[in-house]
């Protein structure tokens, strides 16, 4: 296979090339090779003449090679003549000749220390423009809020309450089960190593401190960054695509206005009523796993949950929420505005979302740590 | 194939729901021709053309392309089958996250084992083919305008030296003018490279200046087939309306002053 695509004779000064089979896409790895070969053992030759009267079939991929072995002759020089290729072949040919006359530009390689360095300085520079999109997205939410404020009339409201079934109601059950389960699983594990001290009870201050103050509102925090931050971001960056944020706006409405701002105050209601349902959830299932793995009845573990927390906790938890539900909003609206035309875009931005959502919550959580440390709280 | 007949569709229904949108429809494309399909809106244009490229389930009938039948084709020669055609959907379909060159390259990347000097040079040779300069190749497919994005799309359906080419409504969105030279890169392309051609079309033009024979679609089956200028004496009301109303007058009294 393959030696009968192309066959070389030398006679003289003269290369006979006599081509035969089919001169197709699918034997254009081999034809390549056979036509690359030609120029090298045939030193001597003045003229090439290349029968093409045995071939069976010719798609553009042959004729292309054909092509290009005539022009690598030619290149040199040297004269080359096609013969016995048959008529309605032709425009075929024709049309190959016009084409790849201008060189190829070879994509031009970096050096890899500098394109690492630029992906540095991009990144960089990235995290930077992060910053000030946030801020951006932050300052023209305020101004759309103070707009509202001053004609409530206009505030979008069947579009916020359809908002919050999506993003507070349907989550209701998501958001009990894995609160639940955290619940559960913190009173095991302090059950289970306070107990080689004798202090099982003090397993109930750990579950009750802990989830009231960070573990309920974070993890609903993350979850809803997760579920709805990047629902979010990818319904604003799909609008985007297909224009139609360009038409809201042609139409003389403000984007942010119709679209952002209903869907970060959604946030901010919801995350409060998801954490406190989510810590409820999860203290319930710190109580059953105590009753049933620690022995601890539900009387004494209420009575103890009594003494351990204080409404300071709980405040602590949730002054928290609205703050982490504005700043998933933010970065979910925010992100879903920069999407580009592509479908890669609008993943790699959904992505983004979502990762940068989260750090921010855990940093703010870190700060709010630190001003309730520092106020005594 | 003794009777030159690479489609060959007979007696298909395709519905959706209790409503059958071709109903006992059957038809014929010959090879290396450019069959003009057109009827009115929804009559199911393109609800025949995806069915015969097998997007769409079909209820009954059979569909032979090539010679080989769709239903008892296996795995292996369906796809054999597939490499053989190329498809221009109506909104380009390119991969938006490829660039043109890499998304003429596709399907040669995928069926063909080729060197990546002669991928380029094929890709660019078929961009030129369609009237693209290198200079578009890497462009990404947001970035082009309708008709780039049609030839774009076009040469990616040519990819692989296809021996038929699905279009859908190719020169819908243009202008007048690049939807001419779309209907003559269409002609020329198909004369080079001795392709059958089975076009959906609204364009009036098209049929008269590219395609060789127009099938009309109404009420489920085909109720006209033949030359331009048998579709110019057919009696059914709607061929009639069509040919030989406000905007198909015009183009009919210039075809047959040219035909005398």
């Known amino acids: 296979m393959g030696e009968h695509l192309l066959t070389s004779k030398l006679k003289g000064e003269r290369l006979e090339l006599a081509a035969g089979g089919s001169w197709t896409a699918s034997h254009a790895k081999e034809l390549e090779s056979l036509v690359d070969g030609v120029t090298g053992d045939a030193v001597k030759a003045k003229t090439m003449s290349i029968d093409m009267a045995r071939v069976e079939e010719l798609d553009t991929f ?316 | 194939m003794t009777d030159n007949t690479v489609i060959k569709v007979r007696d298909l229904v395709v519905g959706f729901g209790d409503q059958n949108v071709l109903d006992h429809l059957s038809l014929d494309v010959r090879g290396a021709e450019i069959l003009g399909v057109v009827g009115a809106s929804g009559a199911g244009k393109s609800v025949l053309l995806r069915t015969i490229i097998g997007l769409l389930p079909k209820r009954h009938g059979t569909i032979e392309v090539l010679g080989v039948n769709l239903d008892e084709a296996n795995e292996t020669e369906r796809r054999a089958l597939e490499r053989r055609w190329g498809v221009l959907f109506q909104q380009g379909a390119l991969f938006s996250s490829l660039t043109v060159r890499q998304n003429v390259q596709f399907p040669m990347r995928e069926n063909l084992n080729l060197s990546p000097r002669l991928l380029d040079e094929m890709a660019l ?21 309708g008709g780039m994005t049609k030839r774009v799309a076009l040469a990616r359906a040519l990819a692989l030296d296809p021996e038929i080419v699905f279009l859908d409504e190719p020169t819908s969105g243009l202008d007048p003018i690049s939807a001419g030279d779309f209907d003559e890169l269409i002609r020329t392309l198909q004369q080079t490279l001795e392709i059958t051609v089975f076009m959906v079309t609204h364009d009036l033009e098209s049929l008269y200046t590219a395609c060789d024979r127009v099938a009309v679609i109404a009420d489920g089956i085909v109720v006209a087939e033949g030359p331009i200028l048998t579709m110019l004496e057919s009696e059914h009301p709607w061929v009639k309306t069509y040919f030989q109303g406000k905007r198909g007058g015009m183009l009919a009294d210039r075809q047959i002053e040219r035909m005398t």
């Open chain 1, 62 to 377: 042959g004729a292309w090679l054909l092509e290009r072995l005539t022009r690598q002759w030619q290149a040199s020089g040297r004269e080359a003549v096609i013969v016995g290729l048959p008529e309605h072949d032709f425009g075929l040919l024709e049309e190959m000749q016009t084409v790849n006359r201008s060189p190829i530009a070879a994509p031009a390689r970096d050096n890899p220390i500098v394109s690492a360095l630029v992906s540095v300085g991009r990144a960089s520079a990235g995290f930077g423009r992060d910053l000030i999109n946030f801020a951006d997205m932050l300052g023209a939410v305020g101004i759309a809020g103070v707009r509202v404020l001053t004609r409530p009339s206009e505030f979008r409201f069947t579009s916020m309450v359809h908002q919050l079934d999506r993003v507070a109601w349907q989550a209701v059950p998501i958001i009990l089960l894995i609160t639940f389960l955290i619940g559960g699983i913190i009173a095991q594990q302090g059950i289970f190593h306070f107990r080689k001290f004798g202090a099982e009870l003090y397993a109930v201050d750990l579950v009750g401190i802990l989830i009231l103050r960070e573990i309920g509102v974070l993890i609903v925090a993350i979850m809803v960054a997760g579920r709805s931050g990047s629902s979010y971001t990818a319904e604003l960056g799909s609008m985007k695509m297909r224009e139609e944020i360009d038409a809201l706006r042609t139409m003389g409405f403000d984007p942010i206005e119709v679209l952002v701002l209903p869907r970060i105050l959604v946030l901010i209601i919801a995350l409060p009523v998801l954490t406190f349902i989510g810590s409820m959830a999860a203290l319930y299932g710190g109580g059953l796993v105590a009753w049933l793995y620690g022995g601890m009845s539900p009387d004494i573990y209420i009575s103890r949950l009594m003494e351990a927390i204080s409404l300071t906790h709980f405040q602590v938890g949730m002054i928290k929420a609205p703050f982490m539900g504005l700043v998933i909003g933010i970065v979910a609206c925010a992100e879903g505005l920069q999407v580009k035309g592509s479908a890669e875009s609008l993943g790699l931005k959904t992505t983004a979302s979502v990762v940068k959502s989260i750090f921010l919550v855990i940093v703010l959580d870190g700060m709010f740590a630190i001003f309730f440390a520092s106020i005594g709280m």
């Open chain 2, 125 to 145: 040779a078929k961009l030129e083919m369609v009237g693209l300069t290198p200079k578009d190749a890497d462009k990404l497919p947001s970035e082009l305008s």
